[in-house]
């Protein structure tokens, strides 16, 4: 082996050690495998294509690029869902789709050392509904102990304003209940939500939904009761077919068109008996990556 390639081989061994690290600050990030993997190895580009032999704390530095990934891609996936719908309304069109993500990586020791790792389905229903610099912030800081100077350079902001970011998402977070399981309650919970929506029974729709639900589109979020309330009634006249359905494996809805294909998705997040969390899908690769079964009577 010359000097060249033990230098390329001494710099790949060095990476890949950190790699664990880099799949779980990226998919808390993410709060997807598939979308973390390709954070890595973004950050393995960059790394490869520089010159790090001053670089003291290579961890810190690593986690810093990688960081700048997540930040990227997360305000990248809003760019693009606005871009299709600018598009699509000039054509008088339905939005096109976004790029599918990869497959998810192979199940193994690494990945169920990352899973085990990983955060709670609470914790990561409620980043969810954080912005790009607030989650980054608080997932920096908070988990991976970031000092807040070195955040403030990843989302441009001074660390006054990271510190401030970090705290509205800690107090966020601090509230996260665990997400109810029960799938027979969520079902008869789906099918009151929508009764109350075709009716446009606003008190109904009150009584079904969290106080702090949020409501997450393609492009945009609505959050609070009255809020999505209100969305919800005035949208589901104008929807066409509504059929409740299983979405991987929970209580969801969608609505089909009229050769019954699936042409929008709402996925159910459910706390205490009530819709805490619900994700709206329209895209078609979004919709055709998600396993449907329309095995609920409507």
């Not at 790090?52 to 704390?57: D, F, L, P, R």
Request: one cysteine or more.
């Amino acid at each position: 082996m010359d000097e060249k390639d033990f230098h390329a081989a001494d710099r790949a061994a060095r990476f890949e050690a950190y790699r664990p690290h880099l799949r779980a600050v990226a998919h808390r990030m993410l709060g997807s495998l598939a979308e973390a993997d390709d954070a890595v190895q973004e950050a393995w580009i960059r790394y490869s294509r520089s010159d790090t032999t001053a670089v003291g704390n290579l961890g810190g530095w690593l986690t810093t690029v990688v960081g700048r990934v997540c930040l990227d891609m997360l305000r990248s996936h809003r760019h693009r869902a606005e871009d299709s719908l600018d598009a699509a309304l000039d054509a008088g069109m339905p939005a096109p789709a976004a790029p599918a993500a990869p497959a998810a990586p192979a199940a193994g020791p690494e990945l169920d050392a990352l899973l085990a790792d990983s955060v709670g389905a609470a914790l990561l229903v409620v980043l969810e509904t954080l912005t790009p610099a607030e989650r980054l912030a608080f997932v920096l800081h908070d988990m991976f102990a970031v000092p807040y100077d070195e955040v403030a350079t990843i989302v441009d902001r001074t660390p006054t304003a990271v510190r401030q970011l970090a705290s509205r998402a800690r107090r966020r977070v601090r509230g996260a209940p665990e997400p109810d399981a029960d799938l027979a309650r969520q079902r008869r919970i789906v099918s009151a939500f929508l009764a109350a929506a075709r009716e446009g029974d606003f008190e109904g729709l009150l009584a079904v939904l969290d106080p702090d639900v949020v409501s997450r589109g393609e492009i945009s979020v609505t959050a609070g009761a009255h809020a999505v309330a209100r969305g919800a009634s005035s949208v589901a006249p104008h929807v066409g077919t509504v059929r409740p359905a299983l979405v991987d494996g929970a209580a969801g809805a969608v609505v089909l068109s009229a050769t019954g294909q699936v042409q929008r998705a709402l996925a159910f997040t459910f706390v205490r008996d009530r819709i805490a969390v619900i994700e709206v899908v329209t895209t078609r690769e979004r919709l055709d990556r998600l396993e449907v079964e329309l095995d609920i009577a409507p």
